[in-house]
């Protein structure tokens, strides 16, 4: 059988990390992270004047915002990254930093974000979740991929 005439990627494997704030900075993988989205919007301002034409709204860019990201995690409750003690979960309202890594990609993503919330659910049958959500804030930067 051939294969397909395509290069696209799986995105298993990629690895999310927080860092622990010291210098030097030491990062942990976030333990069991599943399905997520990343990306940046910009904002829009609107510069339309008596004289734009064909009486159409103009608009300019404006400030670029992080996203917000939201990921959800095989909740494991002695995992160092998702207890109370050392985790995620006793992180809500403070500015982390995090290092984004996919497969095949060359670069690191190294972002700020707030940690918004950490949600956990408990279904009767079924595994446990926990669900953490952040808000990227600041410049973002990129460094060569290390192992």
Same mark, same amino acid.
């Given at each position: 059988?051939?294969?397909?005439n395509s290069?696209a990627?799986?995105?298993?494997g990629?690895?999310?990390?927080?860092?622990?704030g010291?210098?030097?900075?030491?990062?942990?993988? &976030? !333990? @069991? #992270?599943?399905d997520f989205e990343d990306?940046?919007?910009?904002e829009?301002?609107?510069?339309t004047?008596?004289q734009?034409p064909?009486s159409?709204?103009?608009?300019?860019?404006?400030l670029?915002?992080?996203?917000?990201?939201?990921?959800p995690?095989?909740?494991i409750?002695?995992h160092a990254t998702h207890d109370r003690?050392?985790?995620?979960?006793?992180? &809500? !309202? @403070? #500015?982390?930093?995090f290092?984004?890594?996919?497969?095949g990609?060359?670069e690191?993503?190294?972002f700020s974000?707030?940690?918004m919330?950490?949600?956990?659910?408990?279904?009767?049958?079924?595994v446990m979740?926990m669900?953490?959500?952040?808000?990227?804030t600041?410049a973002d930067?990129?460094?060569?991929?290390?192992?």
């Open positions: 059988m051939a294969n397909p290069e990627r799986l995105g298993y990629t690895i999310l990390r927080y860092g622990d010291g210098s030097p900075q030491t990062f942990a993988e &976030i !333990g @069991e #992270v599943g990306g940046d919007t910009i829009l301002v609107e510069v004047n008596h734009s064909n159409r709204r103009e608009y300019i860019a404006g670029k915002d992080g996203s917000e990201v939201s990921f995690c095989n909740y409750p002695t003690a050392t985790g995620l979960r006793g992180k &809500i !309202g @403070e #500015v982390l930093d290092q984004l890594v996919a497969p990609e060359t690191t993503y190294n974000a707030l940690v919330g950490v949600t956990r659910s408990f279904p009767v049958q079924g979740q669900t953490v959500t952040l808000k990227k600041g930067s990129y460094t060569p991929v290390t192992p």
